[in-house]
């Protein structure tokens, strides 16, 4: 009876011996772990510290601005993740862009950044469209940035979203408007015709290939590019500023007709108005002018001209919204 106890007691007995023992294994390896995952964060917390005290000054740090990853080994690191990535570059694009604007100290426009020094933008630029070849608002953005900065790096970026998205249209429309920009007016003929003939194209695509070459520098051309940049426009930004442009051109409208009665009214008096009251009786005539209360020619954001008596002229004020260049 007791071996017949003792063999139906010891299988469990062993059983038991090797459940604690494994329990003893795995409570041995957690503890590893453990001790490896909060070793990390203390030497991630002391190198962090480490940098910070021997960071050199901003200065310095932007005068050695650079990408320690290029976008091609960033493809590879991300594991898959190419999207997300894409979205991390995209976001340092932006702040690296706003930090710059924020501490220059004059008014800048979103298409003529050159003064900023944005030797990164190009590189962050690529590095967010190799990642993700279909981020259509980051050609976008650069269409609109780069050919201030750098023309030929605007020109390859969009090229390059051409090529992986030849049925994008409005990439031939930036493509088009940076030549355009450039006063190569046959090359942006070209783009906007090889655009119109994408699936889906807009008919305007075509019209605007045929006012390219004939009609390159027209105002009225460059009046409808911003028109269409901002109805087809998916960046906030970009929509703002083809509106500024528009008022602009509009503005550069006004003080043509405003010089026009300066010139009747010089002629008539043989001397220059000594303020606006004395020009308005002419200029109530011209349907594209508003004027004020006092009777002072409004620009577009509906602040005064400034009359420049010497000069017989007018110019924008400083105050004024409208891009002055």
């Known amino acids: 009876m007791t071996d017949a106890t003792n063999q139906a007691v010891t299988p469990d007995g062993n059983a038991g011996a090797r459940g604690a023992r494994r329990r ?8 590893v772990l453990a001790f490896v995952v909060l070793a990390g964060l203390a030497c991630s917390t002391l190198l962090t510290r480490w940098l910070d005290a021997h960071r050199p000054p901003l200065n310095v740090r932007e005068a ?26 995209w976001m340092r694009t932006l702040q690296y862009v706003g930090r710059k604007m924020v501490k220059h100290p004059g008014q800048l426009q979103l298409d003529d950044l050159s003064e900023l020094g944005l030797k990164m933008l190009n590189p962050l ?14 050609y976008e953005y650069g269409a609109v940035i780069l050919p201030a900065i750098d023309t030929d790096a605007a020109l ?19 493509l088009g408007y940076i030549y355009w920009q450039r006063g190569q007016f046959r090359e942006a003929s070209e783009a906007y015709r090889k655009g119109a003939q994408v699936a889906d194209a807009p008919r305007w695509m075509e019209s605007m290939a045929a006012r ?29 500023l083809a509106l500024k442009r528009l008022a602009q051109l509009r503005s550069f409208d006004e003080r043509d007709v405003i010089r026009r009665a300066l010139v009747e009214y010089q002629t008539r008096t043989g001397r220059c108005p000594e303020d606006w009251p004395a020009l308005a009786p002419l200029l109530r005539r011209q349907a594209l002018i508003k004027l ?21 002229d007018v110019d924008l004020n400083p105050r004024s919204k409208v891009p002055y260049r």
Not at 214 to 228: H, K, M, T, V
Not at 304 to 312: H, I
């Open 64 to 89: 050695v601005e650079q990408l320690y990853v290029t976008p091609q080994s960033a493809r590879r690191m991300s594991l898959g993740f190419n999207g997300l990535v894409a979205d991390w570059y």
């Open 292 to 312: 004020d209360a006092r009777g002072a020619p409004l620009d577009p954001a509906d602040t005064a001209y400034v009359l420049v008596k010497d000069k017989c």
């Open 24 to 31: 003893g294994r795995l409570t041995r390896r957690d503890g």
């Open 125 to 138: 630029m690529e590095a967010t469209t190799t990642l993700d070849p279909q981020f259509m608002a980051a």
């Open 212 to 240: 390219m070459e004939a009609e390159g520098g027209d105002r009225n051309l460059a009046r409808e590019i911003f028109q269409r940049m901002h109805d087809e426009a998916e960046d906030e930004q970009v929509k703002e």
């Open 156 to 174: 390859k970026l969009t090229q390059k979203g051409i090529d992986a998205n030849p049925q994008a249209w409005r990439l031939y429309q930036h």
